[in-house]
């Protein structure tokens, strides 16, 4: 048990680590971080809906043209880059033959077409904080419902999907979002507006968490997949920004515009 924890440990501090300097540095890097995560993302997805190995290696190659288009050095953030999304969409749709295999090309393009419009923004550290705080809501979501859950206990959320997760963890998570939204409010110049709608990000969080637990369930896995020790596959560690980002890049966009 030591030795899982501490295993458990190490990794997650790396991965805090490389999402942190992914984000610092922006541009290329941030880009081919987002790249790798989706590619690595589809293939878990095409394994929980129960596609065949030829099929799934078919949806990674296909997810990644449109993520590569998405590139600084190439289109970036642009219309080419939504009709390629879409056409991957419908060739995995019409080559798979599965509509669910096909969802996975927009449950991996989307979040990170958010995440490369927010941390796009200029001035550069505008950008930053944007993202920034898109991620930083999810870490935190995920630690407040952890706490609050096992020392509150209660009734279950969703006990047919997820048994562990409660009411009063999501209020807890949604807690957590709020005080971390008003921080950067405080310290760091997060539009106010966007600090008062951290809460809504953590109830996407939470909804992200329960899609991948139904679909895990419904596979008859515990994890989406093996790559990272102690904490199961990409999917596992970032099916909260799945949801919270687009969300947050919508948001950003409504208050932008008012």
Do not use: N
């Amino acid at each position: 048990m030591a030795s899982e924890l501490r295993t458990r440990t190490i990794v997650g501090l790396g991965l805090v680590a490389l999402a942190l300097g992914g984000l610092l540095m922006g541009g290329f890097l941030f880009w081919l971080l987002l790249v790798v995560a989706g590619v690595l993302m589809q293939g878990e997805w095409g394994a929980l809906v129960g596609a065949s190995e030829e099929r799934r290696r078919m949806a990674m190659f296909a997810v990644s043209v449109p993520l590569a288009i998405l590139c600084p050095l190439a289109a970036g953030i642009s219309w080419l880059a939504f009709v390629l999304m879409m056409s991957a969409f419908f060739f995995v749709l019409l080559t798979g033959r599965s509509l669910a295999l096909a969802l996975g090309v927009l449950y991996v393009c989307v979040p990170v077409m958010a995440l490369l419009l927010l941390r796009g923004q200029a001035p550069d550290g505008y950008g930053l904080l944007l993202a920034f705080w898109a991620l930083a809501l999810v870490w935190a979501t995920d630690i407040g419902a952890y706490f609050a859950g096992r020392s509150i206990g209660g009734p279950k959320l969703a006990p047919r999907v997820s048994p562990s997760k409660t009411w009063a963890g999501l209020a807890g998570g949604v807690l957590a979002a709020l005080l971390t939204g008003f921080a950067l409010h405080r310290f760091a110049g997060l539009p106010i507006q966007l600090a008062a709608a951290s809460g809504l990000l953590a109830v996407a969080a939470q909804l992200g968490d329960l899609l991948e637990s139904a679909m895990k369930r419904r596979a008859g896995v515990k994890d989406s997949g093996a790559l990272l020790p102690g904490h199961g596959g990409v999917m596992d560690r970032l099916d909260g920004v799945v949801a919270a980002a687009p969300l947050a890049a919508a948001l950003f966009l409504l208050v932008g515009a008012a």
